[in-house]
T-cell receptor, first 107, second 114 residues
């Protein structure tokens, strides 16, 4: 099956810093999503991005489908950005999740 | 619009007990999914239902059964709970199964099996 690798596994930032999270896939996917899991465990949809680039406020994402990777950019980070960021992808509807990047933003 | 709702939020069971986790969506989606999340891990698919009347196994189906009661509701049953089933369970839905459909998740059920 498809393998999903996320990097880095852990990231500590000072408030206001920028960061890039990466997601690599072992095979082609045609469904790709980024999620933020907040400290209360809730999964929040960030982007549905099987290809191309999208932006939403301080967050943006780029997927290069031909090279099987996706990037999530967080600019001017805030303490409320803390939590775990997951990417997930699949080719047949069900999603395969990576193990996540745990982000801690310090004030 | 409540989106995807799950009940209960928390549950503690003893080994061998049974229970049913309930999930409902009000987005008129055709496809529904059950995932589990273990500590430090991403989510893993247990079962899914591509459309009303159909169900299929995911990556980790052993020890679980599902019922797609109608288009809105998809339940997950543990017939004889085991400590290895201690986890957080998430239900999700999407417009259609297959490609090109964003999944939306419920708030989760935190289950502990003693």
């Amino acid at each position: 099956g498809i393998q999903v690798e996320q990097s880095p596994p852990d990231l500590i930032l000072q408030e206001g810093a920028n960061s890039t999270l990466r997601c690599n896939f072992s095979d082609s996917v045609n469904n790709l999503q980024w999620f933020h899991q907040n400290p209360w465990g809730q999964l929040i949809n960030l982007f549905y991005i099987p290809s191309g680039t999208k932006q939403n406020g301080r967050l943006s994402a780029t997927t290069v489908a031909t090279e099987r990777y996706s990037l999530l950019y967080i600019s001017s980070s805030q303490t409320t950005d803390s939590g775990v960021y997951f990417c997930a992808g699949g080719s047949q509807g069900n999603l395969i999740f990576g193990k996540g990047t745990k982000l801690s933003v310090k004030p | 619009n409540a989106g995807v709702t799950q009940t209960p939020k928390f549950q503690v069971l003893k080994t061998g007990q049974s229970m049913t986790l309930q999930c409902a969506q009000d987005m008129n989606h055709n496809s529904m999914y059950w995932y589990r999340q273990d500590p430090g891990m991403g989510l893993r698919l247990i079962y899914y239902s591509a459309s009303e009347g159909t169900t299929d196994k995911g990556e980790v189906p052993n020890g679980y059964n599902v019922s797609r009661l109608n288009k809105r509701e998809f339940s997950l049953r543990l017939e004889s709970a085991a400590p290895s089933q201690t986890s957080v369970y998430f239900c999700a839905s999407s417009g259609e199964a297959g490609a090109y459909n964003e999944q939306f998740f419920g708030p989760g059920t935190r289950l502990t099996v003693l």
